[in-house]
């Protein structure tokens, strides 16, 4: 998954149990509101999956906000993304990425 606008930076691989964490500012000082858009794919082919609208940004109106982005692919292949400033969370949104990645195949036992 990647965040943009300005180019793209990895937050988290499109795998089953995968962790990452991302930090980012506000593009201007004072920002009282900031749009993340999750995208899944390589270089050349990508696809918005998520938007999340943060709100309440502006804790200082003289340096831009620092946002952590956190993020976890569950077993299952639900993306969950948690946004937070000063500690704070934001917002906390999920997705199902399950079509994009790998199937996980039954264990085959020692019987068989």
């Given amino acids: 998954m990647a965040v943009e606008p300005r180019g793209y930076a990895r937050l988290v691989p499109a795998q089953r149990g995968a ?3 991302l930090n980012v500012t506000t593009v201007e000082a004072g920002q009282e509101r900031a ?8 270089e050349g ?8 609208e943060l709100r309440e940004l502006a804790a200082n109106s003289q340096r831009r906000t620092s946002i ?25 949104e999920s997705v199902s990425i399950k079509p994009y990645i790998a ?5 085959r036992s020692a019987a068989a």
Avoid: D, F, H, N
């Fill in 45 to 52: 082919e990508r696809r918005e999956i998520k938007r999340i």
């Fill in 103 to 107: 199937p996980v195949w039954p264990r």
């Fill in 19 to 21: 962790q990452g964490t």
């Fill in 35 to 42: 749009l993340v858009r999750l995208y899944i794919g390589g």
């Fill in 68 to 92: 952590r982005l956190a993020a976890s692919v569950s077993r299952r292949g639900l993306l969950t993304v948690v946004a937070y400033r000063a500690g704070r969370c934001l917002a906390r």
